[in-house]
């Protein structure tokens, strides 16, 4: 865990405002973001926020969580396709796995994700959660 809060900073542009880069040759958005495009090299990028709204194109349910989840299973991750194309994976969340189903809608929401030692450092990120909620 002690390599937890030091690359904690680093990803707070995408963890926390959820950026992406999209590159200028091919205009394709990854997430997180990249330095280089994998189809063309190119390095020109901009940065961009994701939408918030994706639709759900697999999932796997936990059934027993790891040791650092504690008594947290089972949960859902799954990969999102949002509303410009690009393809978010995070936990699954306000909703009984066994309603998860793909291609059913979700709503990207910032959330607790876990804390840290006996200092209690909270770490905060990004969640799916149906969106009918």
């Known amino acids: 865990m002690a390599?937890?809060?030091?690359?904690n900073w680093r990803e707070y542009p995408q963890r926390?405002?959820?950026e992406a880069s999209r590159f200028k040759k091919?205009?394709?958005t990854y997430f997180p973001p990249r330095t280089v495009d994998p189809e063309t090299g190119d390095t020109k990028q901009e940065m961009v926020r994701l939408p918030e709204i994706g639709k759900l194109l697999t999932y796997t349910v936990i059934?027993?969580?790891p040791s650092m989840w504690g008594d947290e299973g089972p949960y859902a991750l799954g990969v999102a396709e949002m509303t410009d194309g690009?393809?978010?994976m995070a936990q699954i969340t306000d909703c009984d796995v066994e309603k998860v189903?793909?291609?059913m809608e979700v709503r990207v929401?910032?959330?607790r994700i876990q804390s840290e030692g006996s200092a209690g450092v909270l770490s905060y990120g990004y969640k799916?959660?149906?969106k009918w909620f």
């Open 16 to 18: 926390y405002r959820m």
């Open 3 to 7: 390599m937890f809060s030091s690359r």
């Open 86 to 88: 690009t393809r978010v």
């Open 109 to 111: 929401e910032f959330r």
């Open 26 to 28: 091919s205009g394709k």
């Open 101 to 103: 189903k793909i291609g």
């Open 63 to 65: 059934r027993v969580a």
């Open 128 to 130: 799916f959660v149906p």
